[in-house]
């Protein structure tokens, strides 16, 4: 099976739409407009494909973002320096196929080198054990809990990128040691396709 991570299209998001709205009780719903706006303050969103068919799909927004998320909101009450994981959907028939791992590891490459911390939430009431157990064995921890005003409950996770983003901090952004600060800048700003055999 190939694995293709690329940005997303305009044109994807009938289809990442359809697939959020198809989640299950992990994923809140939204309508067109809302996704739309996603899709104009994200930092960070791309599409997994297998064989040409939108497979999944993850979100993620910097401190700066205009998102009225509670949740978002509430990491930036208390980080200055983070990046947030908004969602992260498979598609039903794709579980259990890696496609989440591979996702996770291109939004921490991406994260790694721009935040001291990765942070996201998962559902608890009612509880999402997959997701629990994917982020606790990924090197999250939980620092607190909070209730949205549908009425369930998250725990608010957060993940220390501390070690790797504090050497290019040290060696590259500020240039400490000579290092290429000019073009690691450029070289943040692109984004390419990454394609992987499963």
Not at 148 to 173: C, D, I, P
Not at 174 to 191: A, I, T, Y
């Amino acid at each position: 099976m190939a694995i293709t991570l690329r940005d997303v299209c305009a044109s994807d998001l009938d289809a990442v739409l359809a697939l959020n709205n198809n989640a299950g009780p992990g994923i809140l719903p939204i309508d067109r407009l809302r996704l739309r706006s996603l899709f104009e303050i994200a930092r960070y969103f791309r599409v997994a494909e297998v064989d040409g068919v939108i497979a999944g799909f993850i979100i993620g927004m910097s401190p700066d973002a205009c998102y009225d998320s509670p949740n978002f909101n509430y990491f930036r009450d208390r980080f200055e320096d983070f990046f947030y994981i908004d969602r992260v959907v498979i598609a039903g028939a794709y579980r259990r196929h890696g496609i989440g791992r591979v996702i996770y590891a291109d939004v921490l490459s991406f994260s790694e080198v721009r935040s001291s911390a990765l942070t996201c939430e998962v559902f608890i009431d009612p509880r999402d054990d997959v997701s629990l157990v994917f982020f606790g064995t990924q090197g999250f921890t939980e620092i607190g809990q909070q209730s949205l005003s549908n009425g369930r409950r998250v725990s608010m996770m957060v993940k220390s990128l501390e070690q790797t983003f504090g050497f290019v901090r040290a060696h590259y952004l500020e240039g400490s040691h000579g290092g290429p600060s000019e073009l690691w800048h450029d070289r943040l700003k692109e984004q390419s396709s990454i394609r992987l055999s499963a």
